[in-house]
């Protein structure tokens, strides 16, 4: 009968370990470049998407650009009857806030969210930036098109929305549209502080900003290869968090880089032909971008973006100078390279979306032992098959091996020492998917109790 129970055991875990999700690749397929294409045009086609620009016309400005964009969710809302709910958020900012506030205005966030069935206060995000910029970025009259930034990220999170709410999911997604970045991420920042005041749980942030150029400054011409920005741990853990990690290690452990882990896993597992790309970093040197407000409050947050940018066509006004052609525009946009990243964002939407809760309390212990035990408490979800242990070497990137331990609250790893690697713990629903991994926050203190 062990014997028997053994072998269950063992195929369980194999099976769960080597489970994909053909409707994964579904949505692989659905995503379309044509309809990318459309979109970017369209935003590009605004004439200027700055922050402070006309808000009246109907065809140039920013008002323009949100109206629009708002009623592309809702046309999606249509189709999928009213799966999703689409508004307005918005802040008001003067003059005091910041040196790029040139005069006090509203700044207005479309949002979409489709509700989960099971945790519809758990939501996993989407974001692409609806402003554009100049040289100049107090000058709002003359023509920014913003093709690349951010008309992609923002044409990306439309099409995620197109595709994803064929689909029912047991947690919330939110396709975000969020103005003010180039001021000083104001509008990131005000809707971190709208889901806080409403004890949203954030399951993670996915910040999309320049998802469409393929040839770098650098000379490379890459359609593959994207980076994954993500912090090494929160700004606002603890003094004690802090100095436990002098002894316990964590360094590179925090929730916004498990969530990049996340994100490069399942690229590597669905989309083998990309290169993600982890960059241990907030952003690009001495730079931001809007998940960072995010992560201000202690949410995890990443940065998906292109490999290879051409600072040529960012931030500048339109014009030719010694041969060399100047500005954001719509020639410096490749379609189908913006499809691919998009796709990489609908995946993980989708994975996280029909993931079950993640195990919290995850506590360590094997100081000076042969075996490492860790131990959790589980979350209270009946279609959880079980959790899953992974491990690392220290110095690696990701994690490097795992072991599915069934339906329990605690494990002993045999001859795994402690020392030598790094742990974490997900949750694994019955379709296969996973939570993002958790690392330990704390050490056994009392006796460990064995299976």
Not at 32 to 46: C, G, M, P, T, V
Not at 140 to 145: L, S
Not at 388 to 405: A, C, D, G, H
Request: with cysteine.
């Amino acid at each position: 009968m062990k014997t028997l129970l053994y072998f269950v055991f063992l195929f369980a875990s194999i099976s769960v370990s080597s489970q994909t999700d053909a409707r994964i690749y579904d949505i692989i397929n659905a995503i379309s470049s044509e309809r990318i294409e459309k979109d970017i045009r369209k935003l590009a086609n605004f004439g200027t998407r700055n922050t402070f620009s006309d808000t009246v016309s109907t065809t140039r400005g920013i008002g323009a650009a949100r109206r629009w964009i708002k009623s592309e969710f809702d046309k999606i809302s249509k189709d999928c009857k009213n799966c999703l709910t689409v508004s307005y958020q918005k802040d008001y900012v003067t003059t005091n806030d910041g040196e790029r506030i040139p005069k006090d205005t509203w700044i207005v966030n479309v949002v979409a969210i489709q509700k989960g069935t099971k945790y519809p206060n758990r939501y996993i995000i989407m974001t692409g930036d609806i402003d554009s910029r100049n040289s100049d970025t107090m000058d709002f009259t003359t023509d920014a098109p913003g093709a690349n930034d951010n008309a992609t990220g923002m044409a990306g999170t439309i099409e995620a929305a197109r595709v994803l709410s064929k689909y029912q999911f047991e947690n919330s997604i939110i396709y975000l549209g969020l103005a003010g970045e180039e001021q000083g991420l104001f509008g990131g920042k005000g809707f971190a502080e709208f889901a806080k005041k409403n004890n949203w749980e954030i399951i993670g942030v996915f910040n999309n900003d320049m998802i469409g150029n393929i040839e770098g400054v650098d000379g490379v011409i890459d359609n593959r290869t994207f980076r994954i920005f993500s912090e090494p741990t929160p700004p606002t853990e603890t003094e004690r968090e802090r100095n436990m990690r002098r002894f316990y290690g964590g360094e590179v452990d925090g929730i916004s880089r498990q969530l990049a882990r996340y994100v490069h896993k399942q690229t590597q597992t669905y989309m083998p032909e990309m290169n993600p790309m982890l960059v241990y970093r907030l952003d690009r040197f001495g730079r931001g971008g809007h998940h960072r407000p995010f992560n201000d409050l202690g949410y995890a947050g990443i940065r998906i973006m292109e490999a290879h940018e051409n600072y040529t066509r960012q931030h500048q006004n339109i014009r030719t100078e010694n041969g060399i052609k100047y500005g954001d525009v719509i020639e410096g946009v490749n379609f189908e390279y913006a499809k691919k990243l998009t796709a990489v964002n609908a995946i993980n939407l989708a994975s996280l979306a029909w993931a079950p809760p993640a195990p919290t309390n995850v506590l360590i212990g094997g100081i000076v032992e042969p075996n490492t035990k860790l131990r959790w408490t589980k979350a209270e979800d009946p279609s959880i098959i079980g959790y899953k242990i992974y491990w690392r070497l220290t110095t690696s990137p990701q994690w490097e091996f795992s072991r599915f331990v069934g339906n329990v609250d605690n494990f002993e790893l045999e001859g795994i020492v402690i020392d030598n690697f790094y742990f974490g713990v997900a949750s694994v629903h019955k379709n296969g998917h996973e939570s993002v991994v958790v690392f330990p926050s704390d050490i056994i203190r009392t006796t460990f109790r064995r299976n």
